[in-house]
């Protein structure tokens, strides 16, 4: 009887001290810098330094505990808006480093080009990995790893095969005699211009959309001052502008009434899923919206919220 008790202790403490070493696992990845990085291999506090891994992890049914924002005080529609129930952290390209540690994350993922000078400190809070999140090519291999990195290797797969599905059909649905002539800019007294490269501009030009900012050179920047006079030369008829605020200074110069897009009504202030459209659900209203605005006569206007809510488990919803 002592044998058997003695056994069963025994076994008890195996059992125990497995779980706890399944808790402690970690599992190496490799981020856009290049660098190995030991992160948990079931990470529960997930902390995002830009939209883009709020997006991944909400379609994946997963809320952070922690979110930078665009603009202060606005939370995005293709998010439902459920950043609000996250810490906030600051802006994305000034992360404030004191709420992060706060939010007490075993994850943090991040915007590459915002935080590799921040690297020593962000690691110092949590593991800390980071992705270009610029361009439409690398959109497939981003979901993916963090996919898997969240435990969900299938659904990343899927939501990459769904997408490339959507994005082939609506370029096949697409007049195929019209080329409309677009921009996506930020605003300002001299606007930058998205090359065809970058992710929204790339969804764009997929389904038949000419891009007067061009393609980027080879290892150039994936956008360009675009000067007032040049986009006349060029005359967009369609302009995406990133609604970033009610400062607009490119309308107070006289150029910007003489564009065929303005004189037409066709500039277009978009939301934050046309700057962060690295991930699941933004690309997917991205596409959506490019297209009704590009060919308003075939392509019917788009609800942002009921389609990321398609794409969001009710689960996280509330």
């Known amino acids: 009887m002592k044998f058997k008790s003695a056994c069963m202790l025994a076994m008890a403490l195996t059992i125990a001290t497995g779980t706890a070493r399944a808790d402690d696992q970690t599992i190496a990845i490799v981020d856009d810098r290049g660098v190995t990085v030991e992160v948990p291999a079931q990470p529960k506090r997930i902390a995002s330094i ?18 930078t924002y665009m603009t202060a005080g606005r939370q995005p529609d293709f998010l439902l808006g459920l950043t609000a129930g996250m810490k906030q952290i600051g802006q ?3 992360p404030n480093l004191e709420l992060l540690s706060e939010a007490r994350p075993d994850l943090i993922i991040a915007i590459r080009r915002y935080t ?3 690297a020593k400190q962000l690691e110092g809070i949590a593991p800390y990995v980071a992705y270009n999140m610029e361009l439409l090519e690398e959109s497939d291999k981003e979901i993916e ?11 990343g797969l899927q939501l990459n095969a769904d997408f490339r599905k959507h994005l082939a059909e609506f370029s096949e649905k697409a007049p195929k005699d019209k080329h409309p002539r677009y921009m996506i800019m930020w605003g300002g007294a001299t606007p930058f211009a998205f090359h065809t490269e970058n992710t929204s501009a790339s ?5 038949g959309g000419d891009n007067i900012a061009g393609p980027k050179t080879p290892g150039g920047e994936f956008g360009i001052d675009l000067s007032l006079e040049t986009m006349l030369e060029k005359d967009p008829e369609v302009i995406f502008v990133y609604d970033s605020g009610p400062d607009r200074p490119h309308e107070s110069n006289p150029i910007w009434s003489q564009l065929s897009a303005v004189k037409n009504n066709r500039v277009f202030y978009v939301g934050d899923q046309w700057v962060e459209t690295n991930g699941p659900i933004a690309r997917e209203v991205v596409l959506r919206e490019a297209a009704h605005y590009l060919y308003p006569d075939t392509f019917p206007a788009v609800d942002v919220r009921a389609e990321a809510a398609k794409l969001i488990p009710t689960s996280v919803q509330n």
């Not at 969804?203 to 389904?207: F, T």
């Open 145 to 155: 790893a963090i996919s898997k990195l969240l435990g969900q290797p299938e659904r």
């Open 92 to 94: 994305r390209a000034k």
């Open 50 to 67: 830009s939209y883009f891994a709020d997006d991944i992890a909400l379609a994946l049914g997963i809320k952070p505990v922690a979110s």
């Open 116 to 118: 590799v000078g921040n």
């Open 203 to 207: 969804i764009a030009s997929a389904i």
